[in-house]
């Protein structure tokens, strides 16, 4: 951790900035951000684990991943009216491969699975038929659904077909009801933000890590879909930290522990006051 947000935290600890906590309120964000992370996690390894046994590829009509108590499972269905499980990925909280377990038996869809199937397609027929989203040149637009506390979503982010670069925004969220209609869609980042890591620019060079900043509409805090991203990418980045800037809070994500700090705008001013009135007492007393 360095050294200004080492002095941020302890500056925080005054009882004087105690009374509001907002890192507190933005944990249901973090929460469902490890979710859609721990999803994708299981998507990334599981593709490839199917792909290298399954050999019908004209049979494969999709897949999607989802938590299953401590089991991420990444599925993959048939190119059927009617599809069927043709294949099951389940993995441990280590995603190690080796540990991986590999299920070819075909078979119907769970209850859980036939929801989390039924939302994803609707929301892959309206990106297919809505201007509102935008597809650009090297990435995929990659769906999560997700069934949590009652509620039923699909994130859709966009993922990088290149390596050494980080994708954030062009992400959307959509949001159903009991019987799987669709209530709400939105664009969460209103524009798409590549940062580029691993650059020969880099060598030689500590990353402390990276930032962008998020405009009135996407929200003042950091969102699910930032932190999926930037757990995905942060150790291939070898970042620290990555902050998200609005107009009201810094939002502090550290990358080696996964922890969010979320400091007010006017609490940052406080900060930066004091240190001012510090270094002017300090000239003074020479």
Known sequence: MNKVLI???TFLSSPTFGQDNPTERAQPIVIEGKLLYKCEMASWHGTDLFLEAYKDRANIG????YLDKEVSKCIFFSEAESPKVIGTISFDSTYDIKTAKTDLIEREFTTTENSLYTIR???????????????YNNT?????PIISENEKKVYVLTGPTQHGVVIIGNDYLLTFNEDNKLKIKKQLHKNIIP???GGKEEEGKEIEGAMHSHLPETGEFITATDICTIMLYEKFAKWKTHNVVSKQYLNIWDCEKDQLTVIPMDTIK???KDQEERSKKKKDDK
């Open 121 to 135: 397609k609707i929301a892959l027929a309206e990106i297919n038929s809505d201007t509102l989203f935008k597809r």
């Open 270 to 272: 406080k900060i930066n």
């Open 62 to 65: 999709g897949y999607f991943s």
């Open 195 to 197: 940062i580029f890591y």
């Open 140 to 144: 995929n637009l990659n769906l999560i």
């Open 7 to 9: 002095f941020v935290l």
